[in-house]
């Protein structure tokens, strides 16, 4: 003797003989409707629950791990590829270095910072005047380059100097 | 899969390229920055005399005050006109003052320890009276004794600035 449950499961698969059918379908007409969803569900799955096949069916178990192992591994080896990549790291060091170069240049003083004056540079490597009457000599003292010209005309009193 | 990989791939390689590119073409202009850059001269006009009126001289030239009397023999220092040019390597270019007064640089070249060499010609009116060549630091001036002008000594001063 079946029980309701299994004589339903047969009934739902299409496994029950045509008359015994008819008879579990008139003792229990609240089923009417049940085959036909389950039908629809059926065919739904189906249609969107594709299984994938594996190209090689045998070792399935090894296949499946092989597969997990090789997921896992990729996504925090591509995160640290972006980042930590051997030639980032190595341009990263280039213009770090280049940057430190260039402030250092540029922001730190140099010289003794005791004495600012220290780094005072003019020195007269020549001079040579055009005009015979006039003499030039350089008179270096410490920090301090003078080109004393001589004989020069001087300029008339009233010539406006300021502009 | 495999083809948006490669694709991926290609790309990531053109960007490397580019990166390459733009860190070479930066520690280039780095390197090179020193030699073809344009330097600024600044220059000025001074009046020494003992007209009892108080020293005014450009900022500048605060800590040569006291020096500048004692080298030139008076007590007061006044500022006649000033100005800036920006010296290219290629170019001429010329500080103009009152009274007929200019200089003209003739050559600048920027050596690998920092300092300047600079060729100038100094005018009186369209006559050429010296003509000088000169190293510089930047921030030293050079004075260069020059015609007397009333009851007292004309004084020309140039020197590489900032820009």
């Given at each position: 003797?079946k029980?309701?449950?299994?004589?339903y499961?047969?009934?739902?698969?299409?496994?029950?003989?045509?008359?015994e059918?008819?008879v579990?379908?008139?003792?229990?007409k609240?089923?009417?409707q049940?085959?036909?969803?389950f039908?629809?569900l059926?065919?739904?799955l189906?249609?969107?629950c594709?299984?994938?096949?594996?190209?090689n069916?045998?070792f399935f178990?090894?296949?499946?791990?092989?597969?997990i192992?090789?997921?896992?591994?990729?996504?925090?080896?591509?995160?640290?590829?972006?980042?930590?990549?051997?030639?980032?790291?190595?341009?990263?060091?280039?213009?770090a270095?280049?940057?430190?170069?260039?402030?250092?240049?540029t922001?730190?003083?140099?010289?003794?910072?005791s004495?600012?004056?220290?780094?005072?540079?003019?020195?007269?490597?020549?001079?040579?005047t055009?005009?015979?009457?006039?003499?030039?000599?350089?008179?270096?003292?410490?920090?301090m380059?003078?080109?004393k010209l001589?004989?020069l005309?001087?300029?008339?009193?009233d010539?406006?100097?300021?502009? | 899969?495999?083809?948006?990989d490669k694709?991926?791939?290609?790309?990531?390689?053109k960007?490397?390229?580019f990166?390459r590119?733009?860190a070479f073409?930066?520690?280039l202009?780095?390197?090179s920055?020193?030699?073809?850059?344009?330097?600024t001269?600044?220059?000025?006009?001074?009046?020494?005399?003992?007209?009892?009126?108080?020293?005014d001289?450009?900022?500048r030239?605060?800590?040569?005050g006291?020096?500048?009397?004692?080298?030139?023999?008076?007590s007061?220092l006044?500022?006649?006109?000033?100005?800036q040019?920006?010296?290219k390597?290629?170019?001429?270019n010329?500080?103009?003052?009152?009274?007929?007064?200019?200089i003209?640089?003739?050559?600048?070249?920027?050596?690998?320890?920092?300092?300047?060499?600079?060729g100038l010609e100094?005018?009186?009116?369209?006559?050429?009276?010296?003509?000088?060549?000169?190293?510089f630091?930047?921030?030293?001036?050079?004075?260069?004794?020059?015609?007397?002008?009333?009851?007292g000594?004309i004084?020309?001063?140039?020197?590489?600035?900032?820009?």
């Amino acid at each position: 003797m079946k029980t309701f449950e299994e004589k339903y499961t047969v009934w739902l698969d299409g496994g029950l003989a045509r008359e015994e059918a008819a008879v579990f379908e008139s003792e229990h007409k609240e089923i009417a409707q049940d085959k036909s969803d389950f039908l629809k569900l059926k065919s739904l799955l189906k249609e969107n629950c594709q299984a994938k096949t594996l190209d090689n069916s045998d070792f399935f178990n090894a296949e499946i791990m092989t597969q997990i192992d090789r997921e896992s591994v990729r996504a925090p080896k591509s995160a640290s590829r972006a980042w930590l990549g051997l030639p980032r790291i190595a341009w990263g060091g280039a213009f770090a270095l280049a940057a430190g170069i260039v402030l250092f240049f540029t922001m730190i003083p140099r010289g003794d910072l005791s004495n600012p004056r220290s780094g005072y540079v003019a020195e007269v490597l020549k001079t040579k005047t055009l005009d015979p009457k006039v003499h030039a000599t350089v008179d270096s003292q410490k920090d301090m380059t003078i080109i004393k010209l001589e004989g020069l005309d001087k300029v008339p009193k009233d010539k406006d100097m300021n502009r | 899969m495999q083809q948006s990989d490669k694709t991926i791939s290609k790309f990531r390689k053109k960007g490397c390229r580019f990166y390459r590119l733009a860190a070479f073409l930066f520690l280039l202009e780095i390197l090179s920055g020193g030699l073809h850059a344009a330097e600024t001269v600044w220059g000025c006009l001074l009046y020494a005399s003992n007209d009892g009126q108080k020293t005014d001289i450009p900022a500048r030239l605060a800590q040569y005050g006291d020096r500048l009397n004692n080298a030139f023999g008076y007590s007061n220092l006044h500022v006649l006109g000033q100005g800036q040019t920006l010296v290219k390597t290629v170019e001429q270019n010329w500080l103009i003052f009152g009274g007929d007064i200019k200089i003209q640089f003739t050559s600048l070249q920027k050596a690998a320890d920092g300092k300047y060499l600079v060729g100038l010609e100094l005018f009186q009116g369209e006559k050429q009276v010296i003509e000088t060549q000169a190293r510089f630091s930047r921030d030293s001036p050079l004075f260069i004794r020059g015609p007397e002008w009333r009851e007292g000594q004309i004084i020309i001063v140039v020197m590489m600035v900032k820009s």
